[in-house]
């Protein structure tokens, strides 16, 4: 949705092996992704999808293999990630500086999500569906190429599912990569899909 993005972004898990605790998340995991594709990440609750966005993001280690990101990436998951007691504008602005946004891009991701009329409510009086996408519009501006999306449907109404749809086209058309975690189908076409099961596969 921004122009200052030039894409050319690629993805790429080489024998990605997780181990958390005693337990194996996913074993020798291999995956890749390319510009201007949208990959569906599914499988039932506990099967590692949110622990496979974390991986990808940096901020959880892989007991073995690796992660090839070429391509700034954003995370969205159930974790906000903005300041409670500033107002949802202020919020956004301040860590769409840290990723070298501009005002206008912010402006254009709180329009993109609907967001424009709450941007000077504090985001603690957010409700669940509106934290949810003020989450993504902290992706949106964040100008990364490579969308982790995690349960992004999750609280939403119709009509700002259909808003998140138009985000993700939009992005995938212009060259970026999505990964797209969710229980149901998604109701735009994926390029691919994942499964990931109970037992450290995937199928």
């Given at each position: 949705?921004?122009?200052?993005?030039?894409?050319?972004?690629?993805?790429?898990?080489?024998?990605?092996?997780?181990?958390?605790?005693?337990?194996?998340?996913?074993?020798?995991?291999?995956?890749?992704?390319?510009?201007?594709?949208?990959?569906?990440?599914?499988?039932?609750?506990?099967?590692?999808?949110?622990?496979?966005?974390?991986?990808?993001?940096?901020?959880?280690?892989?007991?073995?293999?690796?992660?090839?990101?070429?391509?700034?990436?954003?995370?969205?998951?159930?974790?906000?990630?903005?300041?409670?007691?500033?107002?949802?504008?202020?919020?956004?602005?301040?860590?769409?500086?840290?990723?070298?946004?501009?005002?206008?891009?912010?402006?254009?991701?709180?329009?993109?999500?609907?967001?424009?009329?709450?941007?000077?409510?504090?985001?603690?009086?957010?409700?669940?569906?509106?934290?949810?996408?003020?989450?993504?519009?902290?992706?949106?501006?964040?100008?990364?190429?490579?969308?982790?999306?995690?349960?992004?449907?999750?609280?939403l109404d119709s009509a700002s599912s259909a808003h998140l749809d138009k985000a993700i086209l939009s992005h995938i058309a212009k060259g970026g990569i999505v990964l797209l975690a969710a229980?149901?189908?998604?109701?735009?076409?994926?390029?691919?899909?994942?499964?990931?099961?109970a037992k450290g596969r995937s199928v």
């Amino acid at each position: 949705m921004t122009s200052r993005q030039a894409y050319a972004p690629s993805l790429r898990l080489e024998n990605v092996t997780v181990i958390r605790g005693n337990r194996l998340v996913f074993n020798n995991l291999n995956l890749s992704v390319a510009a201007g594709e949208l990959l569906w990440v599914r499988g039932a609750n506990g099967c590692g999808k949110s622990t496979l966005f974390r991986v990808i993001a940096g901020l959880l280690g892989a007991f073995t293999g690796k992660v090839h990101a070429d391509g700034k990436l954003a995370l969205a998951d159930e974790n906000l990630a903005l300041d409670p007691n500033l107002t949802v504008g202020a919020a956004l602005h301040f860590w769409a500086q840290m990723d070298g946004a501009t005002l206008a891009d912010c402006d254009a991701a709180l329009a993109a999500m609907d967001l424009l009329s709450l941007a000077d409510i504090p985001v603690r009086y957010l409700s669940t569906g509106q934290r949810k996408r003020a989450a993504i519009a902290r992706v949106l501006a964040s100008g990364s190429a490579i969308w982790l999306l995690d349960e992004p449907y999750n609280g939403l109404d119709s009509a700002s599912s259909a808003h998140l749809d138009k985000a993700i086209l939009s992005h995938i058309a212009k060259g970026g990569i999505v990964l797209l975690a969710a229980h149901q189908s998604p109701s735009i076409n994926v390029s691919d899909s994942l499964i990931l099961d109970a037992k450290g596969r995937s199928v």
